[in-house]
């Protein structure tokens, strides 16, 4: 997979900035769930344990909020334009509808619980900083401690060292499910679409 090392100065809060690119339109499905598996067991169409696997999504460009039945959500319609996912890690939550198009692109993002510990935020860093198809953003109100969400494709994680991220991330990242490969995941040079993090040790 491609990989970019890249390092921001420092973070700066700014309004997203419209990146003008088109998608294709929806493909008329509905957001079906199929049951995750069970844990200690890995299913068809998963590719680690405890994976929840989402079919049916729909791919239309919306303005506006979208009532997304997960959390984060899997896919479905979403905004025109994207989270830069080119490897940046937010220290802001990001909208819904502007990450499930990066998703689209092909990113996984991975959300942690504001509260997480700081060895575990830095652990998560690790894994996302400078890696094309990769954003990650606290996210309030989530259940688990780390999710990882890749289009249709979800995990709950206890802890940044769980060996099942590092296969869903590979698996996930640019990977199969992505509805539009070769898509861009990138953004300003500069950082300031979304509020990047600044990741210092």
């Known amino acids: 997979m491609p990989r970019r090392r890249a390092s921001v100065a420092l973070a700066v809060c700014v309004p997203l900035v419209l990146l003008g690119t088109a998608c294709s339109g929806g493909d008329g499905g509905s957001s079906t769930p199929t049951a995750g598996s069970p844990s200690g067991s890995t299913s068809a169409g998963t590719v680690v344990s405890g994976e929840r696997v989402y079919t049916g999504l729909t791919r239309n460009h919306v303005d506006g909020e979208v009532a997304y039945p997960q959390s984060p959500p899997v896919g479905g319609d979403h905004s025109p334009v994207w989270v830069p996912c080119d490897g940046r890690v937010y220290s802001e939550p990001v909208p819904n509808v502007n990450a499930v ?3 689209e692109h092909g990113a996984v993002w991975i959300t942690w619980q504001p509260s997480l510990a700081t060895a575990e935020i830095e652990t998560l860093h690790a894994e996302i900083e400078g890696i094309d198809y990769r ?3 606290p996210y309030p109100g ?3 401690p780390i999710t990882l969400t890749a ?3 979800q995990m709950d994680a206890t802890s940044a060292t769980d060996p099942r991220i590092a296969t869903f991330l590979a ?3 640019d990977g199969p ?3 539009e490969p070769g898509a ?3 953004g300003p040079a500069d950082g300031t679409s ?3 993090d600044v990741h210092t040790s």
Do not use: E, K, R
């Open 184 to 186: 861009t995941c990138a």
């Open 171 to 173: 698996a996930y990242t």
């Open 177 to 179: 499910q992505t509805p």
């Open 135 to 137: 954003v990650g953003s």
């Open 151 to 153: 289009w249709g494709h």
């Open 194 to 196: 979304m509020t990047p």
């Open 142 to 144: 989530l259940t688990a």
């Open 101 to 103: 198009h990066s998703m």
